[in-house]
């Protein structure tokens, strides 16, 4: 899959590779911002037993 994404974005070598570092940032930032707050909720590891 990596391989696929790496083949079709374009320019040469050292612009595939900032284009491919800048997904990952952006991606990475939409899982924190976003993805991770939203199933926090439904995660039972957030109970915490302390001083109960």
Do not use: E, K
Not at 4 to 15: A, D, E, K, M, T
Request: hydrophobic share 65%; aromatic share 18%; no cysteine.
């Amino acid at each position: 899959m990596y391989a696929f994404i790496f083949r079709h974005l374009p320019g040469p070598l050292w612009l595939r590779i900032v284009w491919a570092i800048l997904l990952i940032i952006a991606a990475l930032a939409v899982l924190v911002s976003w993805v991770f707050p939203w199933l926090s909720q439904f995660s039972p590891l957030t109970d915490s037993t302390i001083g109960t």
